[in-house]
């Protein structure tokens, strides 16, 4: 035994890490023997005593959630100016007042959906980046807030193109 030497775990637990309790210390998760922090192998089966994440939110699945959560946000900013741009068909009757109006509407769009679908997608690269072992439960919600917000930044960037298109004419 001479030049053998192991390293010792840490007592200091990851950030929403938590650790399944029971009298003296850990559970041993194959024989549910009492283990300490201080000992990576269980002294009863010498199985390795893993300190597992808590069943509750994950910072990816907070991270996926507001991925979602953004991108209703930017259906909802296209709905609102969608409408004050059809509004204001209505109330102007200038024809050149018009193409002015609506291209201050759409640059309004444009900014507001622009932002809110950069945090979008922000937030949905960021809960599937921080699973690294990839069991995040809300992977599909993440996916969902990168592709919604995607297809509508595209649209409103498109839209306000074909603006400043008619505008210029």
Not at 62 to 73: E, G, K, P, Y
């Amino acid at each position: 035994m001479g030049g053998m030497t192991a390293a010792a775990p840490t007592a200091r637990l990851p950030f929403g890490t938590t650790v399944e309790r029971v009298r003296g210390g850990l559970a041993c998760p194959a024989c549910r023997a009492p283990s300490s922090l201080d000992e990576p192998f269980c002294a009863h089966c010498g199985a390795r005593v893993v300190i597992g994440a808590r069943a509750g939110r994950r910072p990816a699945d907070v991270a996926a959630t507001r991925s979602l959560q953004f991108a209703f946000l930017v259906i909802a900013a296209n709905v609102v100016v969608g409408g004050l741009t059809f509004a204001a068909v209505f109330v102007v009757s200038d024809a050149a007042r018009l193409i002015d109006a609506a291209l201050f509407l759409e640059a309004i769009k444009l900014i507001a959906v622009g932002a809110l679908a950069t945090a979008s997608i922000r937030f949905g690269v960021r809960g599937i980046r921080d699973t690294a072992d990839g069991m995040l439960r809300r992977r599909g919600w993440a996916v969902a807030g990168i592709a919604i917000s995607a297809c509508f930044a595209l649209l409103v960037t498109l839209s306000f193109a074909l603006t400043l298109v008619l505008a210029l004419r």
